[in-house]
């Protein structure tokens, strides 16, 4: 059984003291392909570091996450250009607006938002989206950029049934965690309406652990808890929920 987790941040230093038994822990239980979005320039090392350490296993992402667009936004995005001038990477992400921590800086968060849309079409990349308390600001600025170069995944969706409907038009997986095993999550109450085609698993470790680690430390292991939910609610196995995601995954990423 290969599961694949598609967003977690394995540089955090939340996983200083133990990240390698941490990683060995999730292939242990299937976990073979790991997702790593980007935050600003100063993870880029540390995402370098484990990609060497961990080939054919960590895939890197690039982009600048929107709780990071502060005034200094037009030179990180100067670094994003550099690093895709120079090697490869599988998605540009975290990208996206975050209306939860600063509304104050929603202009500058669409501006750099839309810029890394036009970098994914350039390289023909998909990008993975942060969203929170924003869905109206996001899908407006998709359906300017909308168009056959442009698709990805909705990182850790947690909207409702017409939000998840519109999201996938505009060619975008749905990134399910630990909040479909959150009891006031609401997710798990309608998600099975939506296509398991549509949907790719991830942690978004070591953040928002699923039940029952909840508001404890989240890791790449635990993307079996939400495998084994959406198995639950799907009324197929396990095995079948980690094939089809993982299929998923690597229709977005193309590896």
Known sequence: MILTDTHTHLYSDEFDSDRDEMIQRAISNGVTRFFV??????????????????????????????????????????????????????????????????????????????????????YKLPIVIHCRESFDEIFEVLEEEKSEELFGIFHCFSGNLEQAKKAISYRMKLGIGGVVTFKNGKIDQFINQIDINELVLETDSPYLAPAPYRGKRNESSYVKLVASKLSELYGVSVEEIARITTENSKSVFGI
């Open 37 to 122: 979005p980007a935050i600003d320039s100063t993870c880029t090392q540390s995402m370098y570091d484990l990609e060497q350490k961990y080939p054919n296993t960590i895939f890197l992402m690039i982009g600048l996450h929107p709780c990071y667009v502060k005034e200094n936004y037009e030179a990180e995005l100067a670094h994003i250009e550099a690093q895709l001038a120079n090697r490869k990477f599988i998605a540009i992400g975290e990208i996206g607006i975050d209306l939860y921590w600063d509304k104050t800086t929603l202009e500058i968060q669409k501006r750099a938002f839309k810029y890394q849309i036009q970098l994914a079409k350039k």
